[in-house]
């Protein structure tokens, strides 16, 4: 399987920018989903942003015009960019990745999620 490590997250006051990294653990053939979601005690996870077969992405009302998520095949890490940072941004975040990759010559599907990564917004 592929394993996905995030990192990025951090303590940022408000007003803040901070770029969320999910780096896979191997070469990946090909994305069909990026998802990015956050979670904060007692609630459900949320998904903040999201792309599917490489289209337009789509973000959460509360995140539109300040979060973007990007890609870069040759790192195989994809990205969550987040600006002008809110208090209520203060969760965990997770991304979530759907695919294809090459093990023992054979294409394997795969969908991965990172380990979380703190986000905490605060003056």
């Known amino acids: 399987q592929v394993q996905l490590v995030e990192s990025g997250g951090g303590l940022v006051q408000p007003g803040g920018s901070l770029r969320l990294s999910c780096a896979a653990s191997?070469?990946?053939?090909?994305?069909?989903?990026i998802d990015w979601y956050r979670q904060t005690p007692g609630k459900q996870r949320e998904l903040v942003a999201s792309?599917?077969?490489?289209?337009?992405?789509n973000y959460a009302d509360s995140v539109k015009g300040r979060f973007t998520i990007s890609r870069d095949n040759a790192k195989n890490t994809v990205y969550l960019q987040m600006n002008s940072l809110k208090p209520e941004d203060t969760a965990v975040y997770y991304c979530?990745?759907?695919?294809?990759?090459?093990?023992?010559?054979?294409?394997?599907?795969?969908?991965?999620w990172g380990q979380g990564t703190q986000v905490t917004v605060s003056s």
């Open positions: 979530n990745v759907v695919g294809t990759y090459y093990s023992w010559s054979a294409l394997r599907p795969f969908n991965s």
């Open positions: 191997t070469t990946i053939y090909s994305i069909n989903t």
């Open positions: 792309v599917r077969d490489g289209g337009v992405a």
